[in-house]
T-cell receptor, first 113, second 113 residues
Framework: NAGVTQTPKFRVLKTGQSMTLLCAQD?????MYWYRQDPGMGLRLIHY???????AKGEVPDGYNVSRLKKQNFLLGLESAAPSQTSVYFC????????????FGDGTRLSIL | AQSVTQLDSHVSVSEGTPVLLRCNYS??????LFWYVQHPNKGLQLLLK??????LVKGINGFEAEFKKSETSFHLTKPSAHMSDAAEYFC???????????FGQGTTLQVKP
């Protein structure tokens, strides 16, 4: 009964380093999403995917890349981390469509020094 | 374009008293609306959703919300607050074409003993 699992839960990086955040879901959902959460700003969509092999830009895509090579996994990459990318990152998945709720992971807390 | 506005950034109630968290929406379509709750250091959990079947929607943990088209509102209520209700609450509208969620800024609910 795992749902959506994010790895790692915490990470500290230095400016300029790269890293990949992994999201895995076991609900066979078609759609997957990456958000960032910053104080007072709610959640903002970074990138999303409507199926295996597809990705699309969200509201704040700059500085991030994603890949969806397998249906159950959605990877978020930071090629050259910047302090402005310090945030809490959430992955979500859903069946897709207008009235389908999204299921969220517990988040990855990322600090860029 | 869809948007939501949560009218209070912070609400404080005493345990056992009613809870009211206010949300107004803007949508070009008949909207799908959600309320999510986020407890500290956790992901978001779906409380309830409105998808035009009934204007009064019942959710988990005794919460409910009423869709009022004439007022473009979707306020969240609970008759009697419990200490465990202390959390961040997000009102959310769904984009009908992509299923993307548009989040409000969030309302922090404090419950005093």
């Amino acid at each position: 009964n795992a749902g959506v699992t994010q790895t790692p839960k915490f990470r500290v990086l230095k400016t300029g380093q790269s890293m990949t955040l992994l999201c895995a879901q076991d609900m066979n959902h078609e759609y997957m999403y990456w958000y960032r959460q910053d104080p007072g700003m709610g959640l903002r969509l970074i990138h999303y995917s409507v199926g295996e092999g597809t990705t699309a830009k969200g509201e704040v895509p700059d500085g991030y890349n994603v890949s969806r090579l397998k249906k159950q996994n959605f990877l978020l990459g930071l090629e050259s981390a910047a302090p402005s990318q310090t945030s809490v990152y959430f992955c979500a998945s859903s069946w897709g469509g207008n009235n389908q709720p999204q299921h969220f992971g517990d988040g990855t807390r990322l600090s860029i020094l | 374009a869809q948007s939501v506005t949560q009218l209070d950034s912070h609400v404080s109630v005493s345990e056992g008293t009613p809870v009211l968290l206010r949300c107004n929406y803007s949508s070009s379509y008949s909207p799908s609306l959600f309320w999510y709750v986020q407890h500290p250091n956790k992901g978001l959990q779906l409380l309830l959703k409105y998808t035009s079947a009934a204007t009064l929607v019942k959710g988990i943990n005794g919460f409910e919300a009423e869709f009022k088209k004439s007022e473009t509102s979707f306020h969240l209520t609970k008759p009697s607050a419990h200490m465990s209700d202390a959390a961040e609450y997000f009102c959310v509208v769904s984009d009908p074409n992509t299923g993307k969620l548009i989040f409000g800024q969030g309302t922090t609910l404090q419950v005093k003993p």
